[in-house]
């Protein structure tokens, strides 16, 4: 009888030398530095395939897809399945990054506003004129009696 297990493989970080560190880290637990290419390269079985044997259905998937890629430009570690960086979207075969995003690209609106000063500051005249107006006029409010009562006092003569 044979049976079949999947593991995490262990490696070291040769930035801070902390050594069999699992498979599961994508990043050194001492130094925080991100698994690199040629540390995952030098990944090796570990010693007890019991103990680091994965059970998770998510983590076995995973695994069966291969080892991680490490991403050389921001080098996040990728799954063997993801043609490119899931945090960069750098290519898995060199590909560099898209230009990121204009960063101010939500807020032009209020960039042309400021650009254009007399403009806005018009507008908020217009809006003060308005406002005084509007409080100088006489208001008739629509109302309902709710509730109506008085007392009546007789006072008899005897
Ligand atoms: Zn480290
Ligand atoms: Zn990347």
Known sequence: ?????????KWDCTRCGQRDISGRDKRCPSCGDPREQHELDAMRPPDDFDAAAI?????????????????????SN???????????GGGRDGTPPPPAPEPAARSSWLRRLLSHPR????????????????????????????????????????
């Open 55 to 75: 059970t998770a259905p998510d983590e076995l998937s995973l695994a069966h897809d291969g080892p991680d890629w490490s991403c050389r430009y921001c080098g």
């Open 78 to 88: 990728n799954r063997a399945s993801a043609p490119t960086c899931e945090s960069c």
């Open 119 to 158: 403009r806005w500051i018009a507008g908020v005249l217009l809006a003060l004129v308005a406002l005084i107006a509007w409080c100088t006029i006489d208001h008739e409010f629509a109302g309902k009696v709710v509730g109506l009562r008085w007392t009546h006092t007789t006072t008899l003569q005897r």
């Open 1 to 9: 009888m044979s049976s079949e297990v999947t593991a995490w493989g």
